[in-house]
């Protein structure tokens, strides 16, 4: 099985043009088996919640904490929402003609790529100067809760600690498309310049073939890569113990109680309701 | 890259005598399989070593792809039939002469006793680049080597360029667009109508592929309805040297008059873009206008709006326009 596609160049060199289609199926089944895979897990498993005892006395302990905790500010939530919808015009026009669908694409697909990457530099400085930056980083210091999480994962009870903000999957999650995203952005960039657009003059000489080849080869691993990984931010968006995240997105806040549960005040501090005057 | 003129690499030659057993043929192999009709494009790409199928289907035994015959509201044309053969045809004379003259500036006699309709319409591109057999989109890259800064591309397209610039170079294809033919297509899975005017396919929706024939498909006639049967036609074709050539370009119209205004109007150019042209604007532009010098005007700068010229074919701006004035206006000797 091929990876990659080799062509020839006026200079009788071989060189990278493509990644394989071959790669664009395998993500999407291992994206499908995924969702199978943890699926079973989810039904079979004994994975454990924080006790609803648990959560009872620390909402009574902390019930100076607001009602409604805000977890994403609308601008985060814009970003978010105007991301994906250019990540799905993306992967819509870049794989439904190489799954038969004949459709005029490359226009949409540029387009949607320069609103993809507009949005990612409006959160690179978002993220960087209005949100607490190292929140949804994942580093050494989140060993113990990695390992905490995996031993609650196996049904253990286990004292660790919880997340700060985001969730270790959603860590782990954002390294991820940080990865491939950003990979396919830069290169897509360059790519924009052997197509006629109004906003680059073509040059298509701007690197040699060997670097081309690399920078198709890097978008297209990219490309297929962001297919399993939207399917699963897809699959973990819409289950039913994960909804109160996704709703965070579309409302901006979660309750007091689902802050108390999923999260480690120590971790993620929200500022408590000022004392009543009576008190 | 040295190239072998002499000898062809090895394939399994099929020689089907009936459209089901190549049919059958075609599911079997896919994407594997070249399709032969009167060889005139297969043999450069076989014996230039830059195709190698696996199999070659050649369809020179099956009968029932060839002829003409008198339909329910019009012609139908089996795809094996050849050039020359239509270009006599009585019929076609009489009521499709469009298609007849077209089909008669194809190459030279020699080619167009042995070539076929369906091989005409479905021919791929002359693009040089792309036949040397480089890694050029068309072949699967990631390059246009003919619109680059330094590339020879005087014959390549003004309009409708998506990373490639090849063109469509068929004499007939814009002959059957502006008389609104329809392509018959057959498969294991049934057979399909595609408009003319669909058939044809463009870089930016598969830039691999100039029609809409998918592995396994095979065209096995077209339709011409009689809507256009008798009307005023114009083709003309400009191309290097008359004895034959490619087109540089060409245009093909079908109108019908009334009160001395133009009542209908399908006007086609080719070699402009990698598929024919319809020029839907030129089209709601003219009609209702007096057939003058004036309309004739209106319509060549309709045209060859949007036309962008890479370093060697601005030529064809101008040719365009007047091609189309030509056509709208006619010279005389229009059929």
Redesign the interface.
């Known amino acids: 099985m091929d990876f990659v596609?080799w062509?020839?160049?006026?200079w009788?060199q071989n060189?990278l043009?493509?990644v394989s289609w071959t790669l664009f199926w395998a993500s999407l089944f291992a994206g499908l088996m995924f969702l199978v895979a943890h699926g079973s897990y989810m039904l079979l498993s004994a994975h454990r919640k924080r006790p609803e005892t648990e959560t009872d006395r620390l909402e009574a302990a902390h019930a100076n904490l607001p009602a409604r905790v805000e977890r994403h500010s609308l601008m985060a939530r814009l970003f978010h929402w105007v991301m994906a919808a250019a990540m799905f015009v993306l992967l819509f026009t870049a794989f439904l003609?190489v799954v038969?669908v004949?459709?005029?694409?490359?226009?949409w697909h540029w387009i949607a790529g320069l609103v993809l990457t507009g949005s990612i530099l409006f959160h690179i400085v978002h993220a960087s100067f209005f949100l607490d930056f190292w929140s949804i980083w994942v580093g050494p210091k989140d060993i113990p809760e990695i390992k905490a999480e995996l031993l609650r994962e196996l049904g253990r009870e286990v004292p660790g600690p919880k997340s700060g903000k985001y969730p270790l999957g959603n860590r782990l999650y954002h390294m991820a498309i940080v990865v491939a995203g950003l990979s396919a952005v830069l290169s897509g960039v360059l790519m924009m310049s052997?197509?006629?657009t109004p906003i680059f003059t073509?040059n298509?000489?701007l690197f040699g073939?060997v670097t081309?080849?690399v920078t198709?080869v890097a978008h297209g691993l990219a490309g297929v890569g962001l297919v399993g990984l939207v399917i699963a931010h897809v699959y973990f968006a819409v289950r039913p113990e994960k909804w109160w995240i996704t709703k965070s997105m579309l409302l901006g806040w979660i309750t007091r109680r689902q802050y108390l549960e999923h999260h480690e005040p120590e971790r993620w501090r929200v500022t408590a309701n000022p004392p009543t005057s009576r008190s | 890259?040295a190239v072998i003129h002499d000898v062809m690499p090895a394939f399994e030659l099929f020689q089907p005598a009936t459209i089901g057993d190549a049919v059958t043929l075609l599911n079997r192999y896919g994407s594997d399989a070249w399709i032969m009709a009167g060889g005139m494009d297969s043999f450069d790409w076989l014996k230039d070593r830059i195709k190698r199928p696996k199999v070659v289907i050649d369809l020179s035994q099956v009968e029932s792809l060839r002829g003409i015959k008198a339909v329910e509201n019009g012609l139908e044309i089996g795809a094996g039939t050849t050039l020359t053969a239509i270009v006599r045809d009585p019929q076609v004379r009489d009521k499709f002469g469009l298609l007849a003259e077209a089909a008669e500036l194809v190459a030279s006699p020699q080619i167009r006793n042995q070539g076929t309709v369906g091989g005409n319409v479905s021919q791929d591109t002359r693009c040089w680049y792309y036949r040397?057999?480089?890694?050029c989109y068309r072949?699967?890259?990631?390059?246009?080597?003919a619109?680059?800064?330094t590339a020879i591309n005087r014959e390549h397209a003004i309009l409708g360029?998506?990373?490639c610039v090849a063109v469509n170079p068929s004499d007939t294809a814009p002959a059957l667009v502006a008389l609104d033919a329809q392509m018959v297509i057959q498969s294991a899975g049934g057979i399909r109508l595609v408009n003319a005017e669909d058939y044809f396919?463009?870089p930016?929706?598969?830039i691999t592929r100039m029609t809409?024939l998918?592995p396994g498909e095979l065209l096995t006639a077209i339709r011409i309805p009689s809507t256009w049967a008798g009307a005023r036609f114009y083709f003309e074709k400009v191309r290097d040297r008359n004895v034959w050539d490619f087109p540089l370009l060409n245009v093909a119209s079908a109108a019908r008059f009334a009160g001395g205004k133009i009542d209908k109007i399908r006007i086609v150019i080719n070699a402009a873009a990698a598929r024919p042209l319809r020029l839907h604007a030129v089209e709601a532009a003219v009609v209702g206008k007096p057939r003058n010098e004036q309309t004739a005007e209106l319509a060549g700068q309709i045209a060859i709006e949007g036309a962008?010229a890479l370093r060697y074919n601005a030529y064809k701006i101008p040719l365009m326009r007047n091609l189309v004035k030509r056509a709208i206006r006619g010279n005389g000797s229009d059929t």
């Open positions: 596609k062509g020839l160049n006026p009788g060189i043009t493509h003609p038969g004949q459709i005029a694409w490359v226009t052997r197509v006629r073509r298509p000489y073939d081309w080849g198709y | 890259m040397a057999g480089w890694s072949a699967g890259g990631n390059i246009c080597y619109d680059t800064p360029a998506d990373r396919v463009g930016d929706v598969d809409a998918a962008q």
